[in-house]
């Protein structure tokens, strides 16, 4: 505790006790009643912690010695997941059981101060987060690393444009991490601001380096194959697509749980890229329903038009969904929506929207679960509550998380079909 009441200063070292999680990788402690978000510590440490940002009423700072650990506390794999070091990795510190409990104890935190949920809510919902196959290690697909002015490829510190030179990634796919980027291989990228890697379920791997936004393909094919739903998709590399092999396909199978859809009802699938939901969809409603996807991305209109080009009954309709929906380009009724917005959320006009069309179930994918709360809150606002949530762990030693809720109006019960794993 600084004791004088003059209040934290950028690179001030302080010992503290380590409170409970927060969102962003972060645990909460006070000094003399400032809040300090402290990364790269666990609930209940003892730490010595190095301001690294002043802000009004809060700072941020980084455990950089551990005075007393929590039993959760491993070693890093990776020697560049610590303090002043790359950023991409938020909770290598933790037991991978110890971090799916601190992104369930977010989840809930959020709901319950944003989401407006009470504890008897949150506690019937059963908030738990479910690891997905392969381990903690070597499941990114997709790796942007950034170039500093010499040249070497390496990712960014916390909160910075400061590029951290690495020699390996852990997290990174193995075919990306044999690739010849880094600068342990010799490779240098003068004339590039990022380099864009990619190795598909198909089995393609590809190189692409940036200049200016402009891309430039290197290695590999300018087109990927993906596998996911029972289907193969083809996409530019810098399209987008899920980052963990098993993600496409275990977000569906929650989706289809909670929706349960029938032969000839119809379904939205706003947000909808490429088409994932969209074609899983069509196999359930089959030729008698309808699917609309509403996708304002081009590249992600390209991607379903090639993608679903085999599925008569899918309609695409190109637009930010917000000013589709308000200009009622597509209108209710529905039987179903997948909502699967950005990180942002939805927010309340597209929320408002859906309500109105008459749907008797929305599946809402979330890759941010404060956003999502928020528009939890505005769905409650409207008269529909949120009576399931499913939790993945498609980012793991990272804070992120992503969610699967299924919202129905209120009075109505839940999903016809049994529930899938979670």
Request: glycine share 12%; aromatic share 4%.
């Amino acid at each position: 505790m600084t004791g004088d009441g003059r209040g934290l200063e950028e690179a001030e070292r302080v010992e503290l006790t380590v409170g409970a999680v927060a969102p962003g990788g972060h645990c909460v402690a006070r000094v003399d009643g400032q809040v300090v978000f402290v990364r790269h510590a666990l609930p209940g440490e003892r730490v010595v912690a190095e301001v690294t940002e002043v802000h009004r009423g809060f700072v941020r700072a980084d455990a950089v010695t551990v005075l007393t650990a929590a039993p959760e506390r491993v070693e890093p794999p990776c020697r560049y997941a610590k303090p002043g070091r790359c950023g991409g990795c938020d909770l290598q510190h933790m037991a991978p059981q110890a971090q799916l409990d601190w992104k369930a104890a977010v989840v809930r935190e959020q709901l319950n101060r944003l989401g407006g949920l009470t504890d008897a809510e949150l506690d019937t919902l059963g908030i738990r987060i479910a690891p997905l196959p392969g381990g903690p290690l070597g499941w990114r697909s997709r790796v942007r690393y950034a170039v500093d002015a010499a040249g070497r490829a390496g990712l960014l510190k916390h909160r910075s444009h400061e590029v951290v030179p690495i020699d390996r990634c852990l997290i990174a796919h193995p075919a990306i991490q044999t690739l010849p980027v880094l600068t342990s291989t010799g490779t240098r990228w003068p004339d590039a601001d990022a380099v864009e890697t990619v190795a598909s379920t198909g089995g393609d791997v590809s190189v692409t380096a940036l200049a200016d936004g402009v891309p430039r393909p290197v290695s590999g094919p300018e087109r990927v194959r993906e596998h996911a739903v029972g289907r193969r998709w083809t996409l530019p590399a810098s399209s987008f697509w899920q980052v963990h092999p098993a993600a496409a396909d275990t977000l569906v199978e929650a989706v289809l749980a909670q929706l349960a859809p029938l032969p000839g009802e119809t379904a939205w699938d706003l947000y909808g890229g490429a088409g994932l939901f969209a074609a899983a969809l069509a196999g359930r409603v089959g030729e008698s329903g309808r699917v609309t996807l509403v996708e304002a991305a081009g590249a992600g209109i390209a991607a379903a038009r090639e993608n679903l080009r085999d599925l008569p009954q899918v309609g695409i309709v190109p637009g930010r969904v917000e000013a589709v929906l308000a200009r009622r380009r597509v209108t209710g009724p529905v039987d179903l929506v997948v909502l699967d917005p950005p990180r942002s959320g939805a927010g309340a006009r597209v929320v408002r929207a859906v309500t109105d069309a008459g749907s008797r179930a929305v599946a809402y994918v979330a890759c941010d679960p404060a956003a999502f709360a928020r528009d939890v809150r505005t769905f409650a606002g409207l008269g529909w509550r949120l009576a399931d949530l499913r939790g993945f762990d498609l980012f793991p030693m990272t804070q992120h998380v992503e969610l699967v809720g299924l919202l129905l109006p209120s009075g109505r019960v839940g999903p016809v079909a049994e529930p899938g794993p979670r």
